[in-house]
């Protein structure tokens, strides 16, 4: 597994993108850089997905509050409604018009290219409207349609190169 005992997993969601995300969104709506707020709403999609289908119940309403020592966990439905909300969020910004352009060189997963990161969107959205297959309001004509708003070939895939050199 590449997360050993979950562990890297749960530190990547609540440790290193945790209140990044938040501050990326808040300094992306501040300076109205709606491409970096929707990249922010679909990293924060994509980490919530991964986290519950891994974890199943999770800490969602109290995350980041940095007041607490102790937790409530929240159920699946509640977080993977949290998906699609932040989905839908991403995807209003990406469609916002906006004078200022993202460097490709400060989009190390899509180099500015908007059309891959709503693609990606629609991906996280194929998988969390698939992950429900076994609830009454299941949809697979909802399944396919975000399958085929998404990645067409690997040519689209999310990656980050990584060229074996330290800094």
């Keep these: 597994s590449p997360f050993p005992g979950g562990a890297e997993l749960w ?3 609540y440790t290193k993108m945790g209140l990044a995300i938040d501050q990326m969104i808040s300094d992306a709506v501040l300076h ?3 491409y970096y707020a929707g990249i922010a ?3 924060r999609a994509w980490s919530w997905q991964i986290s519950t289908d891994h974890f199943g119940e999770m800490i969602l309403k109290q ?4 007041d607490r020592y102790i937790f409530d966990y929240d159920p699946q439905p509640d977080i993977y409604a949290e998906v699609k ?3 839908g969020e991403a995807l209003e910004y990406f469609s916002k ?4 352009t993202i460097s490709p060189s400060s989009d190390f997963m899509f180099h500015g290219n908007k059309d891959q990161w709503v693609k990606f ?3 996280v959205l194929a998988i969390n409207e698939n992950h429900q297959s076994n609830k009454s309001t299941y949809n697979p004509a909802k399944v396919i349609e975000y399958a085929d708003l998404s990645m067409a070939d690997n040519n689209d895939n999310a990656r980050i190169q990584y060229n074996g050199v330290t800094g």
């Design 121 to 123: 969107v629609y991906g």
């Design 32 to 34: 109205e850089k709606w």
């Design 41 to 43: 709403k679909a990293l």
């Design 97 to 100: 018009a906006s004078a200022k």
């Design 11 to 13: 530190t990547m969601h």
């Design 85 to 87: 909300k932040l989905c």
């Design 63 to 66: 995350a980041w509050q940095t």
